[in-house]
Every structure is written in structure tokens, then in C-alpha cells.
């Protein structure tokens, strides 16, 4: 067992429910070989949370996310920022076949309302969740974002808990 892996067992004994990998802070590929056995070892068992997209860099790439998905398919993945920080061109298309969350961190003051409302209503209800980048981003400010959005009253619940009720188990 290598570090890593030894790393999730420890943390997943502890209640943890998985681990960020920020591969651009990190400088290091989502589908770099060193993180699959980390990803194996998850497997139906830890979440993976994906800082996603940036237009800096290419280690986070959407792409990315996506050959892990087809390597590991039962790895219950998120990917930050609506799937793709200022790379949210493709998301919906990116995902779609996919069994993949976002969350809406760092992308809802980024984005003008009519394309975060637009990339979100065309994405799947069930995997969008609300998440802040605190202490990045205030939890005040990233709702008074998405109240913006003017979201169903269902959509809207689901994505500020009940998606991740459902995700973590919390029920």
C-alpha cells in the first residue's frame, strides 16, 4: 500500500467522506499514473473532489476528469466550479454520459446569471451541488448568487442539500 492509499484508509477510519485533489496547486495530472491506486483503493467506497478546469493550466482539464470516470467508473467523482473553472464551454457535453457532480464554487460570480442559469438547468438536477471556495468566497455571497439565478423551488433544493444529503449519506 502506498502513501496515499495508506492516507484514505486512515482518513475514511476517521469518518472522513474522501479527499480534494487541486491538481494545479499540487502540479499534477488528474490522469497522472501516480494517482491510480489512489482512485482504484476509492472505488465505491470515498469520494474524489476535483478542483476543474482553468485556463492557466492543463492539469485539471474536464477531459481529464472524464478518462478517470471511463478507468474507474463506479468513483464517485465531483468536479468544483459547474465542472470547469473558465472552461465551462462544453460542461453539459463534457458530462452528460457520465456520472458526474459539479458544484458551484468559485463560478457563480464569475459567470453572468444567464449562463450560470443556463450551464445549471441544463445539467443533470441530481448532481449539482451548492458548494462556496471558503474562504475564498463568503456562504452569504455565493447564496445571494444563486438566489440570482431564480431556480425552481425543487432545483434550488436540491442543489443547496438535498443532493448532498443524498451523496454523503446524511438521511
Same mark, same amino acid.
Request: charged residues 30%.
Given at each position: 500500500?502506498?502513501?496515499k492509499?495508506a492516507?484514505?484508509e486512515?482518513?475514511l477510519t476517521?469518518g472522513?467522506k474522501?479527499?480534494k485533489? *487541486?491538481p494545479?496547486?499540487?502540479r =499534477?495530472d488528474?490522469?497522472?499514473?501516480?494517482?491510480m491506486?489512489l482512485y482504484?483503493a476509492?472505488?465505491?467506497r470515498?469520494?474524489?473532489y476535483? *478542483?476543474a478546469?482553468d485556463?492557466?493550466?492543463?492539469?485539471?482539464l474536464?477531459e481529464?476528469?472524464i478518462?478517470?470516470?471511463?478507468?474507474?467508473?463506479?468513483? #464517485?467523482?465531483?468536479?468544483? *466550479?459547474?465542472?470547469g473553472?473558465?472552461?465551462?464551454e462544453n460542461?453539459n457535453n463534457?458530462?452528460?454520459d457520465y456520472? =458526474?457532480?459539479v458544484?458551484t464554487?468559485?463560478a457563480?460570480w464569475?459567470?453572468?446569471?444567464n449562463?450560470?442559469?443556463e450551464?445549471?438547468i441544463?445539467y #443533470?438536477?441530481?448532481?449539482i451541488? @451548492?458548494?462556496?471556495d471558503?474562504?475564498?468566497?463568503?456562504v452569504?455571497?455565493?447564496l445571494?448568487y444563486?438566489?440570482r439565478l431564480n431556480l425552481?423551488?425543487?432545483?434550488?433544493e436540491?442543489?443547496l442539500y438535498? #443532493?448532498?444529503e443524498?451523496? @454523503?449519506?446524511? #438521511?
Open positions: 500500500m502506498d502513501d492509499t492516507e484514505l486512515r482518513i476517521m472522513f474522501g479527499v485533489i *487541486h494545479d496547486i499540487q =499534477v488528474i490522469d497522472s499514473p501516480k494517482l491506486d482504484a476509492a472505488e465505491n470515498a469520494i474524489i476535483f *478542483h478546469g485556463d492557466r493550466y492543463d492539469y485539471s474536464p481529464k476528469i478518462k478517470i470516470k471511463q478507468t474507474f467508473p463506479k468513483l #464517485n467523482v465531483i468536479a468544483a *466550479h459547474l465542472g473553472y473558465k472552461k465551462w460542461v463534457i458530462y452528460k456520472d =458526474v457532480y458544484d464554487s468559485s457563480l464569475v459567470l453572468p446569471p449562463e450560470a442559469r450551464i445549471i441544463n #443533470n438536477p441530481d448532481k451541488l @451548492f458548494a462556496t471558503y474562504p475564498v468566497r463568503r452569504k455571497d455565493e445571494e444563486i438566489e425552481s423551488d425543487d432545483l434550488l436540491k442543489i438535498k #443532493n448532498a443524498r451523496l @454523503f449519506n446524511l #438521511n
